[in-house]
Nanobody, 120 residues
Framework: QVQLAESGGGLVNSGGSLRLSCAAS????????VRWYRQTPGKERELVGE????????TYVDAIKGRFTISRDNDRNMVYLQMNSLTPEDTAVYFC?????????????WGKGTQVTVSS
């Protein structure tokens, strides 16, 4: 089954850190561009950052630049979002998205999300 699954969310104090994981099954994740998004109630899902598989380039939105880092573990078929210096404004459900083609199949996959709550 082709799917993504996020994990690693939880409750953390302001200034703390969390590492989110995105595990892929049914696809070789290193061939796909991967994005992390977040969403709070009543707001649209917003991009946090992305890693482009070709060239292994990573970009981040200004709100989290310097605090969050996207990395890959190709042996484990996983992507991570390391989040440091968290603030209550980072509270959201975080989603990973993998987009790309493998062979004759193209995918735009989403996980179900993982809740991150930062207390003040």
């Amino acid at each position: 089954q082709v799917q993504l699954a996020e994990s690693g969310g939880g409750l953390v104090n302001s200034g703390g850190s969390l590492r989110l994981s995105c595990a892929a099954s049914g696809i070789t994740l290193r061939r796909f561009n991967v994005r992390w998004y977040r969403q709070t109630p009543g707001k649209e899902r917003e991009l946090v950052g992305e890693n482009i598989s070709l060239g292994d380039r990573t970009t981040y939105v200004d709100a989290i630049k310097g605090r969050f880092t996207i990395s890959r573990d190709n042996d484990r078929n996983m992507v991570y979002l390391q989040m440091n210096s968290l603030t209550p404004e980072d509270t959201a459900v975080y989603f990973c998205n993998a987009k790309g083609c493998a062979g004759n199949a193209c995918y735009d996959l989403w996980g179900k999300g993982t809740q991150v709550t930062v207390s003040s």
